[in-house]
């Protein structure tokens, strides 16, 4: 446990390396650790809790350096990570559950840095889509 970091942080990290999907997510506005199917911790010491993850081996996304747009896109069209439950079948997009490895692969090729979670090639029809859905004006 790094100095200065809170006893019960360090075993909110030790819940989310337990939990299948678990992750910390560190954006423009904080971070959130992802632990224990659907609880949450978030906070704004990114960078101390950053160095605490990636200490214990915990998967790291980091977004903050890709252009807000690009993130913006990525979090509204694309999929969320399936913390603690099975993903959804693929292809995923907006409101659907992906495995983290596909989501982190997405923000990785956006130009997130991704730790502990090394690039995984999957198969195009797995990606997750994040193209935007047209109207229908033939109604």
């Not at 939990?19 to 911790?41: A, V």
């Not at 993130?71 to 999929?79: E, F, Q, S």
Request: hydrophobic share 40%.
């Amino acid at each position: 446990m790094k100095l200065g970091m809170a006893p019960e942080n360090d075993a909110r990290i030790s819940e989310a390396l337990r939990t299948p999907g678990g992750h910390l997510s560190i954006g423009r506005g904080g971070y959130t650790l992802y632990f224990n199917g659907s609880s949450r911790l978030q906070g704004y010491d990114c960078d101390q809790m950053k160095e605490a993850c990636i200490a214990r081996g915990l998967p790291v996304i980091d977004s903050r350096t890709v252009p807000f747009d690009v993130v913006w896109d990525l979090a509204v069209k694309g999929p969320m990570v399936a913390v603690g439950r099975a993903a959804d079948v693929a292809p995923w997009g907006a409101f659907s559950s992906a495995p983290l490895q596909a989501v982190a692969d997405a923000y990785r090729a956006a130009g997130a840095e991704v730790f502990n979670l090394p690039e995984e090639h999957v198969r195009k029809s797995d990606k997750p889509s994040f193209e935007r859905e047209t109207m229908r004006t033939d109604l």
